[in-house]
């Protein structure tokens, strides 16, 4: 078992850049896939970016790309999510999730990940 925690959330304004940590304690962090979700209030969680064991695969919510950039450093038993190009949309409860199964693509469902931190909160000022 796993357990996450993010860092690194905080108010910016728009065009502004964060970057995201969510560090794993536990079981050895290099064994789970990681994703990044988002929650604005009143919306239900929705996928932002995943990104495999090894770190070779990425995969992005259309809304991410070109914008965000997920990587993990498996030695700091640490992901990031490095947003750029903030909009005020992007204002959110952002959690860091993992789950042990090797997926070969994309898997933005809640329900594919085990694991939770418990959110960040990024806010977007216009």
């Known amino acids: 078992q796993v357990k996450l925690v993010e860092s690194g959330g905080g108010l910016v304004q728009a065009g502004g850049s964060l970057r995201l940590s969510c560090v794993g304690t536990g079981r050895a962090f290099r064994i789970y896939q990681v994703a990044w979700f988002r929650q604005a209030p009143g919306k239900e969680r929705e996928f932002v970016a995943q990104?495999?064991?090894?770190?070779?695969?990425?995969y992005y919510a259309d809304s991410a790309k070109g914008r965000f950039t997920i990587s993990r450093d498996n030695t700091k038993d640490t992901g990031y999510l490095q947003m750029n190009s903030l909009k005020p949309e992007d204002t959110a409860v952002y959690y860091c999730?993992?789950?042990?199964?090797?997926?070969?693509?994309?898997?933005?469902?809640?329900?594919?990940?085990?694991?939770w931190g418990q959110g960040t909160q990024v806010t977007v000022s216009s």
């Open positions: 999730a993992a789950d042990r199964t090797y997926y070969s693509d994309l898997r933005r469902g809640i329900r594919d990940y085990d694991y």
């Open positions: 990104i495999s064991q090894s770190g070779g695969a990425t």
